[in-house]
């Protein structure tokens, strides 16, 4: 496979591809729900090595906790237990009253954005093409800010865009608590900043049942868009609340020329995933193929940006957001000869 699979989503709430596990036949009892939830993770889940998790230990400790009926909050309570035991983003269990997740990757860190700040910024003179909201900066560098990436951009909007924003000296892509969407989307934006095919990562695909067996790495492959594309420098933002096809948006990003990734670490995401029904009719959603950057790293776990900075307590108080400003910096710095 020599391009990118943008036909499949990597969000929190986006992927519905129900029935695309098939498994044998389970009981609807509290014993049978957890054996078909265990049986569907044991076989089709990508990430056991990079978890660390024994799947098999896992087993031990929570089958005991189904022995006898349980009602739906209990058992709910159960199977959302042992799925949070493999610190997955794209790990899910829906019942018709909760969502069962693991958050840890962006909960457990500083936001590093602020809707004050951003609103400071951005005032009420700021233009709206489609999903994009953007304006000029001050000091003549283009902002664009793209919360959800499934939120629909036309090629007809980014052409729009990059025309208003042409005289500006630099870009600044703002992408911090994007947590997702349709790569599609990602790849049309990352698109507009390469003049030529670049290769931007690998992909590997599950094929057997055993935790280890996987296809041969696949390359991912960016070609560069039809519309108009930018050659000056571009700086993205980025938070540990951007995550799944917005990771993947970074790590294109990185392979771009002129491009500086600034803020903190992504939150990750990179296993694509797919759906499969419990005999009690939730649905669990898990990964099952696995994303890598271009010199074979799994992005699982974020992607570390170019340069690295929070937002400090002391800009927070005088109304600046630290990593807009430290991208402005930059912007200065690189354009002194």
Known sequence: MKRIWSVFALSLFVFTLCGCVDEEEFADDSNGNFEALWRIMDEHYCFFQEKGVDWDAVYQRYAPQVAGQLTDDQLFEVLGNMLGELRDGHVNLYSPFDVARNWSWHEDYPSN??????????????????????????????????????SDIGSGNLDEVLYALMPCRALIIDVR???????????????????????????????????????????????????????????????????????????????????TIVGDQTGGGAGMPFTSELPNGWTVRFSACIMYDRNRQCTEDGIVPDVVVSQTDADFIRGRDTIIEAARALVDSDATP
């Not at 951005?122 to 709206?128: F, H, N």
Request: hydrophobic share 35%.
């Open 177 to 259: 608590n994007n947590s997702g969407g349709l790569l599609t989307l990602a790849e049309k934006l990352a698109a507009r900043f390469t003049d030529k095919e670049i290769m931007v990562g690998y992909m590997q695909h599950k094929t057997g049942k055993g935790h280890n067996e996987f296809s041969s790495m696949e390359e991912q492959t960016l070609k560069p868009a039809k519309g108009m594309r930018w050659h000056k420098p571009v700086y993205v933002l980025t938070n540990r609340l951007v995550f799944s096809a917005a990771n993947e948006f970074v790590k294109y990003m990185k392979c771009c020329p002129q491009v």
């Open 113 to 150: 954005f602020s809707d004050t700040l951003y609103n400071r910024y951005m005032g009420t003179d700021y233009k709206i093409a489609s999903s994009l909201k953007y304006k000029v900066l001050d000091d003549n560098v283009g902002y664009v800010r793209y919360e959800s990436f499934s």
